[in-house]
């Protein structure tokens, strides 16, 4: 059979860690920016994590459309109103 190198999965665990830690960090700020920066940062672990697993091109486009447009729209949509959330 095929080798699996350990490595691999070592890199990939760590990555899904941080994965899972900006998304709860992300629904628990109260800023709603560093929100925003946080779910980027879940996009762009979202991608590496594709690329580990073999699918680039699906991870550019998590990268050009999650982290990319849509953090930019949210980022100015949170300019043109409030920093903070009412609650």
Do not use: C, Q
Request: net charge positive; glycine share 6%; no cysteine.
């Amino acid at each position: 059979g095929a080798k699996v190198n350990p490595m691999h999965w070592l890199i990939e665990f760590f990555l899904f860690f941080i994965l899972m830690v900006a998304a709860l960090v992300g629904l628990k700020v109260r800023n709603l920016l560093a929100a925003v920066v946080t779910m980027n940062v879940f996009s762009f672990m979202t991608a590496a994590i594709l690329v580990s697993l073999g699918a680039i091109d699906v991870a550019f486009t998590e990268v050009v459309v999650g982290a990319g447009a849509v953090g930019v729209f949210s980022i100015i949509a949170i300019h043109l109103t409030s920093m903070r959330t009412r609650d």
